[in-house]
C-alpha cells in the first residue's frame, strides 16, 4: 500500500505576484510601444527619376523647381535623381519607381534631327511597355510622351501663337473619375473648373492610341490625358506659380518678341485670377498619381 501525503499549496508571496504584475505592464507598454513604431514607421524611401529636359541658364535648379513641388503630405521620403536628358543621361530600368519628364525650350518636332531627343523616346517607350513605374510628362514632357507613342505633336493653333498666362480647364468626366484626381480632391477644396498656368509655342495634336482625354482648354485641346494606369501627361505646369513665370518667361518673351505687349498685358492680369488652391490642386494630382493611386 503506498501512501500519498497531500502538501499544503503555499500561497504566492506578495512579491511574486507584483512582480507578476509589473512584466505584465511592462509588456503591455512594449506592445503599444511597438505598435506605435508600426503605425508611425517611415515607409521605405521611393525613387523619383526627374528627366531634366532643358539646358536653359536660368533653369539650373530645375530639379529643386520639382522637388519643392511635389512633396508628399503623409510622410513618404522621396528619393530624388536627375538625369539631363540633353546629355543623354537616362534612367535605367530597375532605377527608379518613377519618371517625371520636365518642360523645355527645345521643340519636340526637331525629333527626327536631335539625337538625344531619339533615345529619350526610346526610353519613354521602354518603360511603358514595361509596365511597373509611372511616368508624369509636363509640357515638353507630355508632348514627348505622346510623341513616343505614336501621337501627333505640332506648333499651337493658328492663330494663338506662343500660350502664356493662367487659363481654367475643361475637365471631361474621365478627370473627375480619374484616382490620382479623385485623392487629390479629397484632400484639397478648388473651385470647378480649376485653373491652370501655361507656357508653351507647342503642344499634342492628336492623342496616341489608347489615350484617354481628361481636360482640354480654350488654348490646347489636349491639356490632360492618361494611358493605363501608369501614364498621365498634363500641358499645364503645376510646378510653377505666377512668380516664377513672370521673372524667367515673360521677359525674356517679350524679349523675343514672341508675344506682343497686348498679350503679355492680358497674361499678366489672367495671373490675377490664378489662386492657390488651384496650385495646390493641381501639385496634389501629380504626387497622389506618383504615389500610386488606384
Same mark, same amino acid.
Given at each position: 500500500v503506498i501512501f500519498r501525503m497531500a502538501l499544503p499549496t503555499a500561497a504566492p508571496s506578495s512579491a511574486l505576484v507584483a512582480a507578476v504584475a509589473v512584466s505584465a505592464a511592462a509588456a503591455a507598454i512594449a506592445a503599444r510601444a511597438v505598435a506605435r513604431r508600426r503605425a508611425t514607421a517611415t515607409p521605405a524611401p521611393l525613387r523619383w527619376a526627374f528627366v531634366g529636359c532643358t539646358d536653359a541658364e536660368h533653369w539650373q535648379d530645375h530639379l529643386e523647381v520639382f522637388r519643392s513641388a511635389f512633396v508628399p503630405d503623409d510622410g513618404q521620403v522621396i528619393q530624388w535623381r536627375e538625369y539631363r536628358a540633353w546629355l543623354g543621361e537616362l534612367?535605367?530600368?530597375?532605377?527608379?519607381?518613377?519618371?517625371? %519628364?520636365?518642360?523645355?525650350?527645345?521643340?519636340?518636332?526637331? !525629333?527626327? &534631327?536631335?539625337?538625344?531627343?531619339?533615345? @529619350?523616346?526610346?526610353? %519613354?517607350?521602354?518603360? +511603358?511597355?514595361?509596365?511597373? +513605374?509611372? /511616368?508624369?510628362? /509636363?509640357?515638353?514632357?507630355?508632348?514627348?510622351?505622346?510623341?513616343? $507613342?505614336?501621337?501627333?505633336?505640332? #506648333?499651337?493653333? &493658328?492663330?494663338?501663337?506662343?500660350?502664356?498666362?493662367?487659363e481654367p480647364l475643361c475637365i471631361t468626366p474621365a478627370w473627375s473619375s480619374h484616382p490620382a484626381v479623385?485623392?487629390? &480632391?479629397?484632400?484639397?477644396?478648388?473651385?470647378?473648373?480649376?485653373?491652370?498656368? !501655361?507656357?508653351?509655342?507647342?503642344?499634342? $495634336?492628336?492623342? #496616341?492610341?489608347?489615350?484617354? @482625354? $481628361?481636360?482640354? &482648354?480654350?488654348?490646347?485641346?489636349?491639356?490632360?490625358?492618361? /494611358?493605363?494606369?501608369?501614364?498621365?501627361?498634363?500641358?499645364?505646369?503645376?510646378?510653377?506659380? #505666377?512668380? %516664377?513665370?513672370? !521673372?524667367?518667361?515673360?521677359?525674356?518673351?517679350?524679349?523675343?518678341?514672341?508675344?506682343?505687349s497686348t498679350q503679355l498685358a492680358a497674361a499678366a492680369a489672367s495671373f490675377d485670377t490664378f489662386t492657390p488652391s488651384d496650385s495646390i490642386l493641381a501639385r496634389a494630382i501629380i504626387v497622389a498619381f506618383l504615389l500610386g493611386a488606384v
Open positions: 534612367p535605367s530600368l530597375g532605377e527608379f519607381d518613377a519618371m517625371l %519628364i520636365s518642360g523645355s525650350h527645345y521643340m519636340v518636332t526637331d !525629333e527626327p &534631327s536631335t539625337p538625344w531627343m531619339q533615345q @529619350l523616346s526610346t526610353c %519613354i517607350r521602354t518603360v +511603358v511597355c514595361e509596365g511597373r +513605374v509611372r /511616368i508624369v510628362g /509636363i509640357c515638353f514632357g507630355c508632348q514627348a510622351v505622346a510623341h513616343a $507613342l505614336g501621337g501627333r505633336v505640332g #506648333p499651337n493653333p &493658328s492663330p494663338l501663337g506662343f500660350v502664356f498666362g493662367a479623385r485623392a487629390a &480632391s479629397m484632400r484639397v477644396q478648388c473651385a470647378i473648373p480649376p485653373r491652370v498656368l !501655361e507656357s508653351h509655342g507647342q503642344c499634342v $495634336l492628336q492623342l #496616341p492610341a489608347g489615350a484617354e @482625354l $481628361l481636360a482640354s &482648354s480654350a488654348t490646347c485641346a489636349h491639356e490632360a490625358f492618361a /494611358i493605363g494606369a501608369n501614364v498621365l501627361c498634363v500641358q499645364f505646369h503645376p510646378e510653377f506659380w #505666377p512668380e %516664377i513665370m513672370r !521673372e524667367r518667361i515673360e521677359g525674356r518673351l517679350r524679349a523675343k518678341g514672341t508675344m506682343e
